[in-house]
Structures are given as C-alpha cells and as structure tokens.
C-alpha cells in the first residue's frame, strides 16, 4: 500500500468505504472516544473541520474502545453524543481496534509511516494523523495534543 487512499475502512452502518474517495484532500484521522478525559477535543476538531472543509481538509474520526473502554457499546450512541454534545459533522466510522492481533489495516499504516516516541504503538485516545493531499501521512499528534495547535501544520497540507 502506497498512500492511506488505498485503504477500506467500514462506515457506521457497517458498509465499505474506499478512501479513493479522499483522494487528492489532506486528512486528519482520529481514534476516539466518548468517555475519555480528552474527550472535549471533539470540539476543536469540529471548528477546525468547519474552518478548513472548504479548502478541502476532512477530518475522520474512527471510535476506539481499547483504552479503558472509554466507548458506547453502539456505534448510534456514539454519534449521536458526538452529534449533540460536540455538534460533530466530520466523518464517524464504525468503531475499530488500533493496536493489537485485530488492529484496523489502516491503523497499521498510520503507525508504520509515523511511529511514536517510544513505540509505534497507540498509547491512548485522540491520537491524530496528518495527511496531505498526496495520502502520505506526515505527522502524527499525541493524545494530549490540542486540536488548535494542529492549526499550522493544517494549513501547510491545504
């Protein structure tokens, strides 16, 4: 696999969607989570989305339940609290693993092109990938990283 275009990924109703799709737009793509403390960051991701989208930026949120098990059981529980708690509006995907035996194909990707400090391993929730508009993955964000201080590598892949 060349670039994260090449992946499939399952959309909340359980279909495939081709992220050929994307091709050509910068990326960001999340593990989430609706019961963590860095949950908040829903909102700076949507203001960020609704800030970029126009100049093609798509965010992808892909829910995670490995850590803590800080997720809905049911995917419909979890966008509709990212719905009316956050006003989310960027893509939601069906929830996945990150890490392990039954990690999502995409995710090992992600963490294959942008290791981590220690390890390529996910440490937790709201772990952040960039992607420019050539599906290369160019940065990868801690947990802990405000969605707001993506801003400027946001703006240099648009």
Request: aromatic share 14%; charged share 25%.
């Given at each position: 696999?060349?670039?994260?275009?090449?992946?499939?990924?399952?959309?909340?109703?359980?279909?495939?969607?081709?992220f050929k799709e994307y091709v050509g737009k910068p990326l960001l793509i999340v593990n989430t989570a609706s019961k963590c403390g860095f949950t908040p960051q829903f909102k700076g991701l949507q203001e960020l989305y609704e800030k970029y989208q126009q100049d093609g930026?798509?965010?992808?949120?892909?829910?995670?339940?490995?850590?803590?098990?800080?997720?809905?059981?049911?995917?419909?529980?979890?966008?509709?609290?990212?719905?009316?708690?956050?006003?989310?509006?960027?893509?939601?995907?069906?929830?996945?693993?990150?890490?392990?035996?039954?990690?999502?194909?995409?995710?090992?990707?992600?963490?294959?092109?942008?290791?981590?400090?220690?390890?390529?391993?996910?440490?937790?929730?709201?772990?952040?990938?960039?992607?420019?508009?050539?599906?290369?993955?160019?940065?990868?964000?801690?947990?802990?990283?405000?969605?707001?201080?993506?801003?400027?590598?946001?703006?240099?892949?648009?």
């Amino acid at each position: 696999m060349a670039s994260v275009y090449d992946f499939e990924v399952k959309t909340v109703n359980g279909e495939l969607k081709s992220f050929k799709e994307y091709v050509g737009k910068p990326l960001l793509i999340v593990n989430t989570a609706s019961k963590c403390g860095f949950t908040p960051q829903f909102k700076g991701l949507q203001e960020l989305y609704e800030k970029y989208q126009q100049d093609g930026l798509v965010i992808l949120g892909f829910p995670c339940a490995q850590f803590g098990n800080q997720e809905f059981e049911k995917i419909e529980e979890t966008t509709s609290f990212c719905e009316m708690n956050y006003g989310v509006t960027f893509p939601m995907f069906a929830k996945i693993d990150v890490n392990g035996e039954n990690a999502d194909p995409l995710f090992q990707f992600l963490k294959d092109e942008q290791k981590g400090v220690l390890s390529k391993a996910i440490k937790w929730n709201f772990t952040k990938f960039l992607v420019d508009r050539n599906g290369q993955v160019v940065e990868r964000y801690a947990p802990q990283t405000e969605p707001a201080k993506i801003e400027e590598d946001i703006e240099k892949v648009l």
